[in-house]
């Protein structure tokens, strides 16, 4: 299967300090990439939708100016959180769309564990 | 607004038996994609099986396959010969042909010895 990794797969920041995380598509070209955050015993939620070379479309009710998103190119997708807060401390997963007849799979990463403190 | 929803939190097996996971599904969509995904304690999400909606036939992965009642709008996983590999937190999602993925709330699925 296609491979997604994720950088970094832990990270601890001080409060009101930037953090960013890498979302790299190993064997595939991704035009689109996905950002999710879980919390604990609860199941992905959807925070944005990143495609190349365009401007990212969030969800309602995710922060756009907390959430950065840039997606510059077909193999990598960066979320920024800036000014993190405890608030903000979860589990964040990104995954990419591999292109096939009927829209896509998408293929996840392995997870970023943030902690605010 | 297409929703799933797995209405068993929790489910147990004993190995080497069968379990059947549920997901039922609203949609007005008539061209979409049905997925299961398993995720292990490592918390990566793992790609179980797929159905295509247009499909009649349930897909099947080796231990694993699928119950698809369109008209029901029913989902169901079956996991036969459970092994200890596969305790997991298992989510059902939608996904029609042009759009996000959308996923249920989950099942964690414990197995025993």
């Known amino acids: 299967g296609a491979v997604v990794s994720q950088h970094p797969s832990w990270v601890i920041c001080k409060s009101g300090t930037s953090v960013k995380i890498e979302c790299r598509s190993l064997?595939?070209?991704?035009?689109?990439m996905f950002w999710y955050r879980q919390f604990p015993k609860q199941s992905l939620m959807l925070m944005a939708t990143?495609?190349?070379?365009?401007?990212?479309?969030?969800e309602q009710g995710v922060e756009k100016d907390k959430f950065l998103i840039n997606h510059a190119s077909l193999t990598l997708s960066t979320l920024t959180v800036t000014s993190a807060h405890p608030e903000d401390s979860s589990f964040y997963i990104c995954?990419?769309?591999?292109?096939?007849?009927?829209?896509?799979?998408?293929?996840f990463g392995p997870g970023t564990r943030l902690t605010v403190t | 607004a297409q929703t799933v929803t797995q209405s068993q939190p929790e489910m147990s097996v004993q190995e080497a038996e069968t379990v059947t996971l549920s997901c039922t599904y609203d949609?007005?969509?008539?061209?979409?994609?049905l997925f299961w995904y398993k995720q292990p304690p490592s918390r990566q999400m793992i790609l179980v099986i797929r159905q295509e909606a247009y499909k009649q036939q349930n897909a099947t992965e080796n231990r694993f396959s699928v119950n698809f009642q369109k008209a029901a709008k029913s989902f169901s996983l079956k996991i036969s010969d459970s092994q200890l590999g596969d305790a997991a937190m298992y989510f059902c999602a939608y996904r029609s042909a042009t759009d996000k993925l959308i996923f249920g709330t989950g099942t964690r699925l414990q197995v025993f010895p």
């Open positions: 064997d595939f070209q991704a035009t689109t």
């Open positions: 949609t007005s969509e008539s061209d979409y994609y």
């Open positions: 995954s990419a769309l591999r292109p096939w007849a009927g829209g896509g799979e998408q293929y």
């Open positions: 990143s495609n190349e070379g365009s401007k990212a479309t969030y």
